[in-house]
């Protein structure tokens, strides 16, 4: 849970209290502050989380919202002014129903009767009138608030096309972005992965350069061999000069067998050839004097 809103409603309580006893003046200057804070960093919070696509939708979805709202209005009026009209059409056969019966009871000698059905007809005549008042009021409104549907269903489409329009550019743009920022390696994701290479390198790097210096060391006999298999180098040489040896003898033997001779003489006359071979051909005399 975030302690801000918490503190900033302690303080608040804290300052209430030491004025209402009079301890205290009122730290305005502090809470504008705070107040300030706290917006600033609930403000960039917002900005973080806001989607304009999502901003968008929600918008569009209101707008939809409220040409429901005119649609049903207009629907309702019409719903009124035919509900007029029905009472017009009643009231109106009414007075043509007194009138054929004002000319009957004239017709029969009954003056009164006439008068009678002549006086009915005036009162809803009068309601006529006041109904083609409020009919002609009614279509006035419906014609009003088609015309607002109307133009608002136009309004509608045009917002829809537009935040179509900008959700698919703020897509691209996004995208592209995240493209941009994974070859330039400043993305968080390509971030982490770079830096897990170079570390690997690093490692790789050490590990190398410490297997060649304990390589160097241990040739140079500056540290142990603690197995027990390094040699010294004077055995190390002896090794290398009896392998030689042995290769010679061997070469010799299979020169023998390939002469029809046998490996002995081979390897005796190839040792006494070699010994005489490394003798100096001219050896220095000295004379006793």
Not at 84 to 106: F, P, V, Y
């Amino acid at each position: 849970m975030d302690a801000g809103p918490v503190l900033w409603v302690l303080l608040q309580y804290l300052e209430l209290e030491s004025v209402r006893r009079g301890r205290a003046k009122p730290m305005s200057g502090v809470m504008k502050r705070m107040g300030m804070i706290f917006r600033a960093k609930a403000n960039k919070a917002l900005d973080r989380a806001e989607d304009p696509r999502e901003t968008l939708d929600y918008s569009y979805q209101k707008q939809l919202e409220l040409l429901q709202k005119v649609r049903r209005g207009v629907a309702d009026v019409a719903t009124s002014r035919k509900r007029l009209e029905l009472q017009l059409n009643q009231l109106q056969n009414q007075s043509t129903k007194l009138e054929d019966q004002g000319r009957k009871a004239l017709a029969l000698g009954r003056e009164d009767l006439a008068r009678e059905a002549l006086s009915r007809r005036a009162a809803l005549q009068q309601q006529v009138t006041d109904l083609e008042t409020q009919h002609q009021t009614l279509q006035g409104e419906e014609e009003k608030l088609t015309l607002a549907a109307q133009r608002l269903q136009a309004k509608v489409d045009a917002f829809r096309t537009k935040k179509e329009t900008i959700k698919a550019t703020y897509t691209a743009a996004q995208a592209q972005t995240r493209i941009g920022e994974a070859f330039s390696g400043i993305s968080e994701e390509m971030g982490d992965v770079g830096m897990a290479i170079q570390r690997a390198e690093d490692k790789t790097a050490q590990l190398q350069a410490r297997a060649g210096a304990i390589d160097e060391l241990l040739a140079s006999g500056a540290l142990d061999d603690q197995s027990g298999l390094a040699k010294d180098d004077i055995q190390s040489e002896l090794d290398r000069l009896s392998g030689g040896t042995d290769v010679e003898l061997e070469l010799q033997r299979m020169k023998a067998e390939l002469a029809g001779g046998s490996p002995q003489q081979a390897i005796e006359g190839g040792t006494g050839q070699s010994t005489s071979q490394s003798q100096p051909r001219d050896t220095p005399r000295f004379d006793k004097q």
